[in-house]
């Protein structure tokens, strides 16, 4: 069994296939045929009641969910990544779309129900609330200690996801480091797949400077926080910078 510790946003359904040697395809999601396969080969944590004979992974943010069920024979491995976690909430947010459920710990785990949950909680904050909240997010990101992204000592394998948006070699070296063979032409083909999310990055990263520009409030939160990083600013300076304050 691998057990994979990673933040939801972290290419998690597409890693994970790859290190089971699941045919991915071509998709921007791929949590069809990975997480959300009624396969049930690769599970969350929340769905550990499906579990069966033809489970190989289960995937969990918080490797407290899982570390008393591993074995001698288990393999764990940290999803982590060190730079551009701007990424984990662009995937999030563009990716994250299907209602997951009433339950309390599924609620708010979707872009829709979270943006109506956020919209509310900085109405009276925020002249443009979602913008506030995803910032007020990104700015979490940038500590190396948020309980999403921390490393585990105790884990000894790790992939650096960040990677995946340097280069094909780069990524081909992470997989060797935990033990498993990727190929270039394999990392290009899934790059072609995150056109679309690319283009919002590149998006983003070209409005830092005039976050306000962007359509989406959303990206206008990560591109704050962003601008906010590169001129040392906090969260309520950036707002009041860009008059977001009521």
């Known amino acids: 069994m691998i057990f994979f510790i990673a933040p939801s946003g972290g290419n998690n359904s597409y890693l994970c296939m ?19 396969s009624k396969k049930n080969e690769i599970i969350n944590v929340l769905h550990i009641d499906n579990m069966n004979e033809d489970t190989k992974v289960i995937i969990t943010q918080d ?7 591993v074995s001698a024979e288990d393999t764990v491995i940290q999803n982590y990544i060190d730079k551009n976690r701007e990424m984990l909430l662009i995937n999030w947010f563009h990716k994250n779309i299907e ?5 309390p710990q599924l609620q708010y785990g979707w872009r829709d129900s979270w943006i109506e ?3 509310d909680l900085w109405k009276n904050n925020s ?4 913008a506030s909240a995803v910032a007020e997010w990104m700015y979490k990101l940038f500590d190396d200690n948020f309980e999403d992204i921390k490393i585990v000592p105790e884990i000894k394998k790790r992939f650096n996801w960040s990677v995946m948006y340097e280069s094909s070699q780069a990524t081909v070296d992470e997989f060797k480091k935990i033990g498993y063979n990727y190929s270039i032409e394999e990392h290009d083909k899934w790059l072609q797949s995150q056109t679309e999310i690319l283009g919002y990055w590149t998006k983003i990263k070209n409005s830092v400077e005039e976050p306000l520009s962007l359509d989406d409030d959303v990206h ?5 926080a962003l601008h906010g990083k ?17």
Request: avoid cysteine; hydrophobic fraction near 30%.
């Open 18 to 36: 790859k290190l089971i040697n699941k045919d991915t395809g071509s998709t921007t999601t791929y949590h069809g045929a990975g997480s959300h």
């Open 63 to 69: 490797y407290n969910d899982i570390k008393n069920l």
């Open 99 to 103: 209602k997951l459920g009433d339950e």
């Open 117 to 119: 949950w956020q919209t």
């Open 127 to 130: 002249k443009i609330p979602i």
């Open 220 to 224: 206008k939160g990560i591109a704050l």
């Open 230 to 246: 590169k001129y040392d600013l906090l969260r309520q300076q950036v707002e009041s910078k860009f008059f977001l304050l009521p």
